[in-house]
């Protein structure tokens, strides 16, 4: 069964930083691109970012581009976001979510739980 | 960006009705469209990818279809465990985007 086990979500102050991971298990975790998406409290869904199989590819939202880092450690099993700079807009709940792919085809076949990051002063 | 306009944004049924959501995308897609359900404090689940194609383990009361822009989610027969949120995505470039959801409720 795919698992997909998030940690690392809080309150932070705007310009502060945070890191979200993702413990992956129940697939080969190198085998398949990864993405993060968020939800902003009664706001739709909005993709954040994608890392293909291989750390060497990785795409982002433009309302993240130069402020987030996505990485994965596939000797560990693990995702991250790196979150820098963070904004008010930045509020959201964050998904870990696997795609059917190792470079991506855009389909997310499962997420993890969620993890609320909420930025205020 | 591609837009991806859904509709209706909400409504009401009874168990057993039919239900049909519409996905509408600004430009043409193919077939490159998802659909997803989303139950509260909850994580979402993949119903449908390729427009039509039904994942494993999802009830053959849903079904999809559509091509180009315009695309339909269509359940059967309503049971109570399907009160839940929906919402479709385009698969077919980066940004990859979703659709504003629609929320089916208890009649």
């Known amino acids: 069964e795919v698992q997909l086990v998030q940690s690392g979500g809080g309150v932070v102050p705007p310009g502060g930083s945070l890191r979200l991971s993702c413990a992956a298990s129940?697939?080969?975790?190198?085998?398949?691109?990864m993405h993060w998406v968020r939800q902003a409290p009664g706001k739709g869904l909005e993709w954040v970012s994608l890392?293909?199989?291989?750390?060497?590819?990785?795409q982002y939202a433009d309302s993240v581009k130069g402020r987030f880092t996505i990485s994965r450690d596939n000797s560990k099993n693990f995702l991250y976001l790196q979150m820098n700079s963070l904004r008010v807009e930045d509020t959201a709940l964050y998904y870990c979510?696997?795609?059917?792919?190792?470079?991506?085809?855009?389909?997310?076949?499962?997420w993890g739980q969620g993890t609320l990051v909420t930025v205020s002063s | 960006d591609i837009q991806m306009t859904q509709s209706p944004s909400s409504l009401s049924a009874s168990a057993g009705d039919r239900v049909t959501i519409t996905c509408r995308a600004s430009?043409?897609?193919?077939?490159?469209l998802n659909w997803y359900q989303h139950k509260l404090g909850k994580a979402p689940r993949l119903l449908i990818s390729?427009?039509?194609t039904l994942e494993s383990g999802v009830p053959s009361r849903f079904s999809g279809s559509g091509s180009g822009t315009d695309f339909t989610l269509t359940i059967s027969s309503l049971q109570p465990e399907d009160f839940a949120s929906y919402f479709c995505?385009?698969?077919?470039?980066?940004?990859?985007?979703f659709g504003q959801g629609t929320k089916v409720e208890m009649k």
């Open positions: 979510v696997k795609d059917i792919r190792r470079v991506t085809f855009g389909v997310f076949d499962s």
């Open positions: 995505q385009q698969a077919f470039s980066s940004p990859w985007t």
């Open positions: 129940g697939f080969t975790f190198d085998d398949y691109a």
């Open positions: 890392i293909n199989w291989s750390e060497g590819s990785t």
């Open positions: 430009q043409t897609i193919s077939s490159h």
């Open positions: 390729f427009a039509s």
